[in-house]
């Protein structure tokens, strides 16, 4: 019987664990890179919005309900928050869209009056109607996970874009083309 070949006779063997740990790095770095398809299609798309009633999310601003969608007018609708950071961030961009003539309502996500109030003293408000959904109710009924997020409803009430996260100056064109695409 004889023995197993020492390291020595295989050289090489020295080798496979850098080599192997090379290829995976290589395919880990690949992959974050250039991912398969980064786009999230949201199942909503195409489907009306469903019903709701929400009350006003502050003073001054009419709460939102889904009949208040489907005028024959097409709207943006977003989902924001005073407590989110990026929704302050897209604020500019909500106040361009509004210039321009674009309906826009907002739902408050788990918010209080007050702190809605200070929201849109401080950065603005660009909304026609704010409704306050505290318990996220509505939000999870129309698909959306995080706030911000935006939606283009037709004038019918029917969801026709799903925008995840904030409406930034290189997304207004995209905003535009879509309201334009749902009247």
């Not at 919005?49 to 003073?59: D, Q």
């Not at 996500?109 to 401080?122: E, M």
């Not at 306050?132 to 996970?145: E, F, L």
Request: charged share 15%; aromatic share 6%.
């Amino acid at each position: 019987m004889s023995a197993a070949p020492s390291p020595a006779r295989r050289p090489w063997l020295l080798w496979v664990p850098l080599i192997g740990f090379i290829l995976l790095a290589t395919i880990f770095i690949i992959g974050l890179r250039k991912p398969d398809d980064p786009t999230i299609t949201s199942k909503m798309i195409g489907r009306p919005m469903p019903a709701f009633a929400l009350p006003a999310a502050t003073s001054g601003v009419d709460g939102l309900t889904s009949a208040d969608l489907a005028t024959g007018t097409p709207h943006l609708v977003n989902i924001f928050a005073s407590w989110c950071v990026p929704c302050a961030g897209e604020a500019p961009q909500l106040e361009i869209l509004a210039k321009n003539k674009v309906p826009i309502v907002g739902i408050a996500i788990r918010d209080r009056p007050d702190d809605v109030a200070g929201f849109l003293a401080r950065y603005g408000n660009p909304y026609a109607r704010i409704g306050s959904d505290t318990t996220s109710k509505v939000q999870i009924a129309i698909g959306s996970s995080g706030v911000p997020e935006t939606f283009v409803v037709d004038g019918k009430g029917v969801i026709r874009m799903q925008k995840i996260g904030p409406i930034m100056p290189e997304d207004l064109p995209g905003v535009q083309a879509a309201l334009e695409a749902a009247r």
